[in-house]
């Protein structure tokens, strides 16, 4: 077993590379902050990008959903697969995260274990218990063995804490890389410690003001990077390649940075066409609202502009049709519940990031 050190680190780390990256890094993900603050109301990208990054990230860990059954989860219909249902414990995991760091201005080992609570649907909590290892999927052999002890994965935890919440010199960006590192490798719970780990990745970002809603989503960018994210993982561990696992995750970083602002931008102009759209053919029924309740989900339902609009069902109804037949939306049933996409909406967050 390899034995982990508590963090700082005692090599260099702030490499000439690293530096340089690190600042188109920062660059690209300021620009993606400023972007995020053209969306009018910031539970539609919150909402939205979330359930994409959920999807995304449960994946990495061959949990797959479909867009279908994904957004089925969001609206709490029945019969959703357990996959789905996963990649919907996900999207609350971060978003609990996201309030806890908000509300406190910390990132504790406590919050943590409650994260991975939500997301796991268990209090198991941190290992007791001797036996994880992190095998090759194809060959069962043992990769690496984190530590057994509970002792030991706790006194790590609280170093990590510290780490996370206490000022260093390092640029955030490369901190996250440190942290995320350092968080799979002590890989404190008997299951979700890469989901978890990339939950912190968006908080610490928000911890640190880089960011002031949770927009930024690495998933993507690691499942088509899969085999160098596990390889530099431990190769960090078995031939000390710092810099390439910190510059693995700046490019990251950056990246989907610049991928996240066109598709931001993509939603903005659709919104705006939609808002033109429905107060010139529909003028009866539009409101800022309307077209609000309409981004803030990829479906839409009665429930939904009752509740918001204070409108009774029928009118509700007699606005989903007429936004149908004008194109903008497209109902389907699913038992015994309507629910109306908005079609463009859709396309975007499928072809999106
Ligand atoms: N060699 C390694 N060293 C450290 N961490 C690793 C290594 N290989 C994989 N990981 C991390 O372990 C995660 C998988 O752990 P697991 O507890 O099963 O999480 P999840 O349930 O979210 O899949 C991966 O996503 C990755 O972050
Ligand atoms: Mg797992």
């Given at each position: 077993?390899n034995k982990?050190?508590n963090?700082p680190?005692?090599q260099?780390?702030?490499t000439?590379?690293?530096?340089?990256?690190?600042?188109?890094?920062?660059?690209?993900?300021?620009?993606?902050n400023?972007?995020a603050r053209?969306?009018p109301?910031?539970a539609i990208l919150?909402n939205?990008?979330?359930?994409?990054?959920?999807?995304?990230?449960?994946?990495i860990?061959?949990i797959?959903?479909t867009?279908?059954e994904?957004?089925?989860?969001?609206l709490?219909i029945?019969?959703?697969?357990?996959e789905?249902?996963?990649v919907q414990?996900?999207?609350?995991?971060?978003?609990?995260?996201?309030?806890?760091?908000?509300?406190?201005?910390l990132?504790?080992k406590?919050?943590?274990?409650e994260?991975q609570g939500?997301?796991?649907k268990n209090?198991?909590?941190?290992?007791?218990?001797?036996g994880?290892?992190?095998?090759?999927?194809q060959?069962?052999?043992v990769?690496y063995?984190p530590?057994q002890d509970?002792?030991?994965?706790?006194?790590l935890?609280?170093?990590l804490e510290?780490?996370i919440?206490?000022?260093?010199?390092?640029?955030?960006?490369?901190?996250m890389?440190i942290i995320?590192?350092?968080?799979?490798?002590?890989?404190?719970?008997y299951?979700?410690?890469?989901?978890t780990?990339?939950?912190?990745n968006?908080l610490?970002?928000?911890?640190?003001?880089l960011?002031?809603?949770?927009?930024?989503?690495l998933?993507?960018y690691?499942?088509?990077h899969k085999?160098?994210?596990?390889?530099?993982?431990?190769?960090v561990r078995t031939?000390?390649?710092?810099?390439?696992?910190?510059?693995?995750?700046l490019?990251a970083?950056?990246q989907?940075?610049?991928?996240t602002?066109?598709l931001?931008?993509n939603?903005s102009?659709?919104?705006?066409k939609?808002?033109?759209?429905?107060?010139?053919?529909l003028?009866?029924l539009?409101?800022?609202d309307l077209?609000?309740?309409?981004f803030?989900?990829?479906?839409?339902?009665?429930?939904?502009l009752?509740?918001?609009l204070?409108?009774?069902?029928?009118?509700?109804?007699?606005?989903?049709?007429?936004?149908?037949?004008?194109?903008?939306?497209?109902?389907?049933?699913?038992?015994n519940?309507?629910?109306?996409?908005?079609?463009?909406l859709?396309d975007?967050?499928?072809?999106g990031?």
């Amino acid at each position: 077993m390899n034995k982990i050190k508590n963090l700082p680190l005692t090599q260099q780390i702030e490499t000439q590379k690293v530096l340089k990256k690190a600042i188109s890094a920062n660059r690209a993900l300021a620009n993606l902050n400023g972007v995020a603050r053209i969306i009018p109301n910031s539970a539609i990208l919150i909402n939205s990008l979330v359930l994409q990054e959920a999807k995304d990230s449960s994946a990495i860990e061959n949990i797959i959903t479909t867009h279908d059954e994904l957004y089925r989860a969001n609206l709490d219909i029945e019969s959703v697969t357990n996959e789905a249902k996963e990649v919907q414990n996900y999207k609350e995991a971060l978003l609990r995260g996201f309030a806890l760091v908000k509300d406190t201005k910390l990132l504790l080992k406590k919050h943590i274990v409650e994260i991975q609570g939500v997301l796991e649907k268990n209090d198991a909590g941190v290992r007791k218990q001797a036996g994880t290892n992190l095998k090759n999927a194809q060959t069962g052999e043992v990769i690496y063995t984190p530590p057994q002890d509970y002792e030991t994965i706790q006194n790590l935890l609280t170093n990590l804490e510290s780490y996370i919440n206490e000022p260093n010199e390092l640029d955030p960006l490369v901190n996250m890389a440190i942290i995320h590192h350092q968080f799979e490798s002590i890989h404190p719970f008997y299951d979700g410690n890469g989901r978890t780990g990339r939950i912190i990745n968006i908080l610490y970002l928000i911890l640190k003001d880089l960011l002031d809603i949770p927009v930024l989503y690495l998933s993507r960018y690691i499942i088509t990077h899969k085999p160098d994210y596990y390889r530099l993982l431990q190769e960090v561990r078995t031939e000390d390649k710092w810099e390439e696992w910190i510059l693995y995750m700046l490019d990251a970083v950056e990246q989907t940075s610049l991928e996240t602002i066109e598709l931001i931008n993509n939603i903005s102009e659709l919104m705006i066409k939609t808002q033109d759209k429905i107060s010139s053919e529909l003028p009866k029924l539009y409101s800022k609202d309307l077209v609000e309740i309409l981004f803030m989900h990829p479906y839409t339902k009665i429930e939904f502009l009752v509740d918001r609009l204070h409108i009774t069902r029928k009118t509700a109804s007699k606005y989903l049709s007429e936004l149908e037949n004008n194109g903008i939306l497209k109902n389907i049933q699913i038992k015994n519940s309507k629910y109306f996409i908005n079609v463009e909406l859709f396309d975007l967050l499928r072809k999106g990031i």
